[in-house]
């Protein structure tokens, strides 16, 4: 045994949960956003709050068909999505080492509308509204097994927001780190 056996090394524990623990966050603790996704309305802002049983009937779990959900751990589909719908993905960006022991994990929230229900009864986008809701509701809170969430270029340059989609969707694209070691 070297010297530098008994050193700690990062390993990302928990890894493959990081996207199901914000979503699962999000389901207690966001009811905006769980309307933009489940009424395709432009009332939806003004709908009663979507039951737990529901909203968990929109995460994607590897069924064939996608295009019936509207929550996602994975930035990409294979099938072309024709129908009006709100999509929120959430996703490991990128993860980037600061040395041996830490690291940084960056998070993408894309949330996509189709352009027809983009626009809500209240005068707002239904994407910015997502955009509003997803960092109020995650910046600053500490997401199990992930850490600390942060929208703060301070800490990693990457986090920002920034238009994304393509016809007949668009969207945007949240990114956010939190620090593990």
Not at 33 to 49: R, T
Not at 93 to 101: A, F, K, L, M, Q
């Amino acid at each position: 045994m070297n010297s530098t056996d008994t050193y700690a090394y990062s390993k990302i524990a928990g890894f493959k949960l990081f996207s199901y623990n914000c979503i699962s966050y999000l389901l207690e603790n966001n009811e905006m956003i769980w309307k933009l996704l489940f009424y395709n309305d432009a009332e939806a802002w003004n709908k009663p709050d979507v039951p737990i049983a529901e909203k968990r009937a929109m995460i994607y779990a590897g069924q064939p068909d996608e295009t019936l959900y509207r929550v996602f751990m994975a930035e990409k589909q294979p099938n072309a999505w024709v129908s009006e719908a709100t999509i929120l993905r959430i996703f490991p960006h990128s993860i980037v080492p600061e040395n041996r022991t830490v690291n940084t994990t960056i998070m993408a929230f894309d949330i996509y509308s189709h352009f027809r229900i983009d626009t809500l009864s209240n005068y707002t986008a239904r994407v910015d509204a997502g955009v509003e809701e997803l960092i109020s509701t995650l910046n600053g809170v500490n997401i199990g097994g992930l850490g600390r969430l942060a929208f703060n270029a301070v800490m990693q340059k990457n986090d920002k927001a920034m238009e994304s989609g393509q016809l007949p969707f668009s969207g945007k694209r949240i990114l956010m780190s939190a620090k593990q070691n």
